[in-house]
């Protein structure tokens, strides 16, 4: 018999357009495929793009949805009639939603966390992160089963917060696809004639939701600290930057334009981009969690240049030298990993492939669900 999951997703995940939104969507469709799921989502998705589960939009999309006593009877409903016996929390935020719906409904609560939340919103300046600090901590501690994004975060909730090992899990970022992609030039070729790239210049790539405290400094570091010493190189290159909600003070870049720099705006299909890059750089410094556009562009077999926090998360010897790691903010030495590793193309092997393909992961969480439930 399948297991019957009911998963809490406490923000609109479908359509997409954030890292964080497709690890929630793809995990979901994924575990859909070998399980009976139904997701609770809020009224913002677009229930239809929905694939393998039913997506129920019972929340609402201001922030009452987190004091609303009222899902916890339409949940206890739900499971009674579905048999349901696990519950997943996606964030700690609902975490006092699934503790009552285990201590009274007869399920086990799953927190499937995508970073330490308190530790990320200390890293962003939110002055509200010690309230965050004793909720999360509280709600780690009353899960039957906690699925942490990587090994790091396994290990800081163990002895750092406390939690039992036992219920910890390595429940990493995945990827849709299972080998590396066979249209990557044809990528490539698209992609130079949109954006009147010459054919020796080498594609370098950034992106991610730009309004977002790490990614903002990331894109500051490119044009002020990365960009003048890649020209200095002089090497043919062209470095694109994609995402939404760039701060108007960088004015889109335009001073740029001529610099080497090419500016997108958010674009409808970021795979293609990934798809187009030689290399993808990664100089973020701060934020939690394992990157997910790092995971993304080694999946398309695309070189990637990361700072050390940029690669926090992800098991680097999955790839050999296809990932190369730089301390933060040495850019010096960032930049010349650049040009080094134009010299070096080497595919993606396929061991990355074994730890980050999204059916490999989902077996794995369905097999931990069956085991402790």
Not at 301 to 317: C, E, L, Q
Request: net charge positive; aromatic share 12%.
């Amino acid at each position: 018999m399948r297991k019957k999951i009911v998963s809490i997703v406490s923000y609109a995940v479908l359509p997409y357009s954030s890292g964080g939104q497709k690890s929630i969507a793809q995990f979901n469709e994924y575990l859909a495929a070998i399980c009976d799921l139904t997701v609770i989502g809020t009224e913002g998705n677009d229930c239809s793009l929905a694939k393998n589960y039913t997506l129920l939009p019972w929340m609402r999309n201001g922030k009452t949805k987190f004091f609303d006593i009222s899902l916890f009877f339409k949940l206890k409903k739900l499971i009674q009639q579905k048999g349901i016996d696990t519950v997943i929390i996606e964030h700690p935020y609902m975490g006092w939603l699934g503790w009552l719906l285990q201590l009274f409904c007869n399920v086990q609560m799953v927190v499937h966390t995508h970073n330490i939340e308190y530790l990320r919103f200390k890293s962003v300046g939110k002055k509200f992160w010690p309230i965050l600090k004793v909720y999360e901590h509280w709600v780690l501690k009353k899960a039957a089963i906690v699925f942490c994004i990587s090994e790091e975060d396994k290990h800081f909730m163990i002895e750092k917060m406390g939690i039992t090992s036992k219920k910890c899990h390595v429940i990493t970022f995945g990827v849709p696809h299972a080998t590396i992609p066979s249209d990557k030039k044809m990528a490539g070729a698209t992609v130079r004639k949109q954006h009147g790239i010459l054919e020796n210049e080498v594609i370098i790539l950034f992106n991610g939701l730009l309004n977002y405290y790490p990614n903002t400094n990331a894109v500051t570091a490119i044009i002020e600290r990365i960009n003048p010493i890649l020209k200095e190189q002089k090497l043919p290159y062209k470095i694109i930057i994609c995402g939404k909600n760039l701060p108007n003070h960088f004015n889109e870049l335009k001073a740029y334009s001529n610099d080497n720099i090419v500016y997108t705006g958010f674009v409808s299909s970021i795979e293609l981009y990934f798809k187009a890059a030689d290399i993808f750089i990664n100089p973020v410094i701060t934020g939690g969690g394992i990157k997910t556009k790092l995971v993304e562009a080694l999946s398309f077999n695309t070189t990637v240049i990361s700072t050390k926090s940029g690669a926090i998360g992800f098991d680097t010897a999955t790839v050999g030298n296809k990932l190369t790691v730089i301390e933060d903010e040495d850019w010096q030495a960032f930049a010349a990993a650049i040009s080094q590793q134009i010299k070096l193309p080497i595919d993606t092997p396929s061991s990355f492939y074994d730890e980050y393909f999204w059916g490999n992961i989902t077996a794995k969480a369905l097999r931990i669900l069956e085991t402790n439930g």
